[in-house]
């Protein structure tokens, strides 16, 4: 059974940084693109940050420049980075990924940016 674990988040002053983790544990045969939503205020999942298997990225506008995502294949691990965290990026993220061709949500972490 494929399982994907979130730590890292946490309560934070605006200005401040985190750094997520997502480890990818169970039978891995193939492990494709990796990413981290947010939950919105209605309750709908927000794409934040992507990376492919070949290292391509992708950034939702509201996080460019500030969020970084990097994965390591051996540690099945994605991370992201995120620097200059402001009250709105408060939210539930969640580590999403492509694991032997099905897609796979973790239980989310919660970050709480204060202003």
């Known amino acids: 059974q494929v399982q994907l674990v979130e730590s890292g988040g946490g309560l934070v002053q605006a200005g401040g940084s985190l750094r997520l983790s997502c480890v990818v544990s169970?039978?891995?045969?193939?492990?494709?693109?990796m990413g981290w939503y947010r939950q919105t205020p209605d309750d709908l999942r927000e794409f934040v940050a992507t990376?492919?298997?070949?290292?391509?990225?992708n950034y939702a506008d509201f996080v460019k420049g500030r969020f970084t995502i990097s994965r390591d294949d051996y540690k099945n691990t994605v991370w992201l980075q995120m620097n200059s965290l402001k009250p709105e990026d408060t939210s539930v993220y969640y580590c999403?990924?492509?694991?032997?061709?099905?897609?796979?949500w973790g239980r989310g972490t919660q970050v709480t940016v204060s202003s």
């Open positions: 999403n990924a492509e694991v032997n061709w099905s897609d796979y």
């Open positions: 169970g039978t891995i045969f193939s492990l494709n693109k």
């Open positions: 990376i492919t298997s070949d290292g391509k990225t």
